[in-house]
């Protein structure tokens, strides 16, 4: 396990990289955002940056990937977001839920050719025969679809690695051949050598003459050895430069050999790595197996094995990914049967991840595919939910989880959701009172605060609703207020006085004026209820005098004028007495009216008007009374 | 023989005749009385409607009133004082104004007083001379 975590990010890598190129621009969560802290995102599944510079020039960026089995958390390029919650793999994990199992014939087929080159390449079977059959059964392996003729590809490079082996020999051939030459030249040369000897040296004492033959002689035999020596030259030269073609010819092949297996890998096609490493070996059968890969990607292999890698290496790893997946399905398939879809999903999320291609993946049965499927799109539902602070939605489907899952987690979003409620419903307090206190700026505060926090909220719209509601009904009953008020329709104000108190209550210049009308109709009501009271003793005279008072200071109200008129039918004689004396009064006939005015006062003795036009008539006349 | 028809008067017609002669003495003689008595016979009885209607029309008339003390309205020591009474006939109330040089005349309500009265301004009825019924 810890080899797998250690060279699982290179296999995320691979994973990434078989998608699609433009998938960097996508808006899901691969792609790339500046350095900066991670927001405190409910699910953590944001991509962020890590901690080193944009600006990288290899495609790959200038940091191999690395991954925090902890936290889930996967760094590449700079950049970091959780495996699981990454809108690229995603979408390629309900893309495998959905897919129907492979287990069709074709795909059986596929998977046999695939099983009978590796046992054709496997240690102890790989005789040239069987090379030779599984190298013929690659074509037909690249023929499936799901291949994607990954086989062809590595049919070519064991072909071209057997070229290239046939140019070899040809060159080591070739200086089979200019040794036979490079021999013969030698040979040539010693006996021009030789030859020189057989001449006598001349006879004398003379230093001189001696000392110049065997200069001459020297240049005799120079001369005739030159032609030899040349061509013995020419001879090593050539096979110094066949031997050198060679080991460069045979170094090129090994390099182009690794680098498709390292493609294998990283592509997670680890029955292709497997097919590729025993070729390799049947293939260049001088034991050199040492990669030879860029060095970030030799210390990524090396740090899984501690020692420098090899074509044994990524043989190893991939047989231990192969194994992992299929540990990871019985996984799956085990907690399905347990109701625990949390893990189980995770479980079949990590053996995808690495083992997308694997026959356990493949034929794992649509049907068990689906609850991972459910799950999973629940969890997205639940994460958009809490991103979108729909906690009402997000509380349903923790609770649709509940039942779903048992061994599901709802601790976090719970809390999240019961923070929300709790923060949202403050603040709705809060805007209650600023609306009943009439505090429009924190009561506008508080509602922002409120809809920040749970957009959502029911119980927002609620009183949001609400406080719309009452301040269009109170600016309704304001608007109706002032209208009666500049028609002196009082009346209309008193019927309908409980609106138009709860209306302006918050205002003060209104809140004056309906007290002042409410007063005004008090009176009057008071006035009609008396005169109601007195004509049912029959007193009419009394009756119309107590509601006459109040229409001296309210004669708009109809339902006063209306028991005014019925009254004064009632007492008729009185009414017109007290008339004629108050005409007469205004025409200053001092002596006539105060006559009528004591008619009046004769008919009803207690009235109010006849005693006060008498004492006003009274003083006219009698001044110093 | 065929009796005569007397000639005498039935007592009966004579005794009606001398009572409708003493009850036409009793009535004559109290008008005459009454007309006797009344001071101001010689003057025109005031229009109580037309009064009442308008007064002004009647300025710086003088009448007679025939009437019974209602109620004394006020009193001045300077003006007099100021009394509704009660018309005869027809009983309407009037207020009448009788000045301080009437001062020793006792009025109390109920009491019956011819009066000689003068529309004044305004149309206050002022007495100018009272007498006693």
């Known amino acids: 396990m810890k080899t797998i975590s250690k060279v699982l990010p290179a296999v995320c890598a691979g994973l990434l990289l078989t998608a699609h190129a433009g998938a960097q621009g996508a808006g899901g969560g691969f792609n790339s955002q500046p350095a900066a802290p991670q927001p405190a995102a409910p699910a953590g599944n944001a991509p962020a940056s890590g901690g080193s510079q944009q600006g990288s020039q290899s495609f790959l960026g200038k940091d191999m990937p690395s991954f925090d089995p902890g936290t889930e958390v996967f760094t590449w390029d700079g950049k970091n977001w959780n495996v699981n919650d990454n809108r690229l793999f995603q979408a390629r994990f309900e893309k495998y839920l959905n897919a129907p199992e492979e287990t069709s014939a074709d795909d059986l087929h596929y998977q046999q050719i695939i099983q009978r080159i590796l046992d054709d390449l496997a240690p102890g079977n790989a005789t040239i025969a069987r090379v030779d059959e599984a190298f013929s059964l690659l074509p037909k392996a690249s023929g499936y679809q799901i291949d994607a003729r990954l086989c062809d590809a590595l049919a070519d490079a064991v072909y071209s690695a057997w070229r290239s082996q046939d140019a070899n020999d040809r060159l080591a051939r070739a200086n089979e051949g200019l040794a036979d030459e490079r021999k013969k030249t030698e040979w040539n040369a010693q006996m021009a050598a030789a030859d020189n000897k057989m001449d006598a040296p001349p006879g004398g004492k003379s230093r001189d003459v001696t000392s110049q033959w065997a200069k001459n002689q020297q240049e005799k035999r120079d001369a005739g050895m030159a032609p030899y020596v040349q061509r013995l030259a020419e001879v090593n030269a050539v096979i110094k430069a066949n031997e050198l073609k060679k080991e460069v010819s045979a170094i090129q092949m090994k390099i182009e050999f690794q680098a498709l297996i390292v493609q294998f890998f990283l592509q997670r096609r680890f029955q292709h790595v497997l097919m590729a490493t025993r070729f390799y070996r049947a293939v260049f059968t001088d034991g050199d197996t040492q990669l030879r890969v860029s060095k970030e990607a030799k210390d990524l292999f090396a740090s899984a094995g501690g020692m420098p890698p090899t074509v044994g290496t990524l043989d190893s790893l991939a047989n231990e990914f192969i194994r992992d997946a299929h540990e990871g399905v019985d996984a799956y398939k085990f907690l399905l049967q347990q109701n625990e879809l949390e893990s189980a999903t995770k479980r079949l999320a990590e053996s995808f991840m690495v083992g997308e291609y694997l026959p356990e993946l493949r034929t794992l049965p649509r049907e068990q595919k689906r609850k991972a499927l459910e799950f999973t799109q629940k969890t997205d539902q639940l994460i958009s939910a809490i991103d979108v602070k729909d906690y009402t939605l997000a509380e349903k489907i923790v609770h649709q989880l509940e039942v779903t899952a048992k061994d599901f987690d709802n601790s976090k979003p719970m809390a999240a959701v019961e923070t929300a409620k709790t923060v949202s419903a403050m603040h709705i307090a809060k805007a209650k009172n600023a609306a009943v206190s009439g505090d429009r700026t924190t009561l506008e505060e508080e509602l922002k605060a409120a809809t920040e926090i749970w957009p959502r909220n029911p119980a927002l719209a609620e009183v949001s609703g609400m406080i719309f509601s009452q301040a269009d009904v109170q600016q309704k009953a304001l608007l109706d207020f002032d209208q009666l008020l500049s028609q002196r329709n009082y009346r209309q104000i008193y019927d309908d006085k409980i609106r138009f108190i709860a209306a302006a209550a918050l205002d003060p210049v209104r809140r004056d004026q309906l007290k002042k009308v409410l007063d005004n109709m008090e009176i009057i009501e008071g006035a009609i209820i008396r005169a109601t009271e007195i004509s049912k003793q029959g007193d009419a005279a009394g009756a119309w005098e107590s509601v006459e008072k109040a229409f001296a200071q309210f004669p708009d109200d109809n339902k006063l004028n209306q028991v005014r008129a019925d009254l004064t039918t009632q007492a008729a004689d009185f009414v017109r007495t007290l008339r004629t004396a108050e005409q007469l009064e205004q025409k200053e006939q001092v002596g006539s009216s105060l006559a009528w005015y004591l008619k009046a006062q004769k008919i009803y003795p207690r009235s109010d008007y006849a005693q006060e036009g008498i004492a006003r008539l009274v003083k006219k006349i009698l001044p110093e009374t | ?133």
């Open chain 2, 1 to 133: 023989m065929a009796r005569r028809a007397s000639s005498s008067v039935h007592p009966l017609w004579t005794l009606g005749i001398v009572g409708a002669i003493l009850a036409a003495s009793i009535i004559g003689g109290y008008f005459l009385y009454g007309f006797v008595n009344d001071p101001y016979r010689t003057l025109e009885p005031l229009d109580v409607a037309s009064y009442l209607e308008n007064s002004s029309s009647m300025r710086q008339n003088i009448y007679k009133l025939d009437c019974t003390i209602d109620n004394q309205l006020a009193w001045s020591r300077t003006e007099g004082r100021l009394f509704s009474v009660q018309a005869n006939p027809g009983g309407d109330i009037l207020p009448i104004l009788v000045p301080a040089k009437l001062n020793d005349v006792n009025i109390q309500k109920g009491q019956k007083f011819f009066m000689r009265i003068i529309v004044g301004d305004k149309g206050i009825l002022q007495v100018e001379d009272i007498r006693k019924v």
